[in-house]
């Protein structure tokens, strides 16, 4: 999809100048919205997730400092850039207390434009990056929290307990439902070996599982006891094309530690409800 930006400026050629030379799929940007006041602007923001906003600052219906204003008390996260022709020190200065990223002056290079864009994509990409890794870690906390709690009510592998349902709305507000799929070793000959080479059957399930199972929409593959694991995959998938992708695992699992794997597949928070065995 890609970052988000909004143009706004009373001169309707120049947005559609800008909107149409610029790049941007070179700078990450999937959406491009343009404004030609505050007005049309706050119409598009309060329906549209906007990541960046480039803004004129003096505008006849409403001044672009007024509108960043009306951003911050709305509690918006949007990277914000004065483009304006009047290199006025106030102006600035009260541009960067209600947190800009900067204040260009007009007129400016579609080469300057794009740079000065590229950073702040940059900068929004690692910010997005380590949020989805610090909410995907703490999933799995969760998700280990739920387990170990399995473990200790004596709980087998297909049988699990499940998230309540004030933790299964934290952690997907807006995915319903998810699918999980348990997965564990079959030959149990030699424990202490398989006990030595936990590491590796660690690595090798969750590179295969992210390999295999990513365009299913993978969320995190939690590890919870010696070669078991819970993948949880964010959507309902499609039980024919996930055991293909399984018995895709399945092959390059065997090749890779000379096991056999198998797997339980349910739908829903509750995992010991409507399960499919799988190899």
Request: charge should be negative; hydrophobic fraction near 35%.
């Amino acid at each position: 999809m890609g970052l988000t930006i909004l143009l706004v400026d009373d001169d309707q050629i120049l947005t559609e100048k800008t909107k149409n030379s610029l790049n941007w799929d070179s700078l990450g940007i999937g959406m491009v919205f343009t404004a030609n006041n505050i007005h049309e602007a706050k119409g598009i923001l309060k329906v549209y997730k906007v990541d960046i906003l480039l803004c004129d600052v003096d505008m006849p219906m409403g001044s672009g400092l007024e509108l960043v204003e009306w951003i911050r008390e709305e509690g918006m996260e949007i990277k914000c850039i004065f483009l304006s022709s009047y290199a006025n020190f106030t102006y600035a200065q009260k541009a960067l207390r209600l947190g800009s990223v900067n204040y260009l002056l007009k007129p400016i290079s579609n080469k300057d434009l794009e740079a000065e864009l590229n950073t702040v994509c940059d900068e929004l990409l690692k910010e997005h990056t380590n949020l989805n890794s610090q909410e995907k870690k703490q999933r799995e906390e969760v998700w280990k929290k739920v387990l170990v709690q399995a473990l200790s009510d004596g709980v087998g592998t297909s049988n699990t307990s499940s998230l309540s349902d004030a933790q299964y709305s934290e952690l997907y507000p807006s995915v319903q439902p998810i699918t999980l799929v348990l997965a564990g070793l079959l030959d149990n000959s030699d424990e202490r070996q398989k006990v030595k080479d936990i590491s590796l059957y660690n690595y090798c399930m969750r590179t295969v599982s992210e390999k295999y199972l990513r365009e299913l929409d993978l969320d995190v593959t939690v590890s919870y006891k010696d070669a078991e694991w819970l993948l949880v995959l964010k959507n309902f998938a499609d039980y024919d094309r996930l055991e293909e992708q399984l018995s895709k695992m399945q092959q390059e699992l065997n090749e890779q530690t000379a096991h056999s794997y198998c797997f339980y597949i349910t739908v829903g928070a509750h995992m010991q409800a409507s399960q499919r065995q799988f190899g």
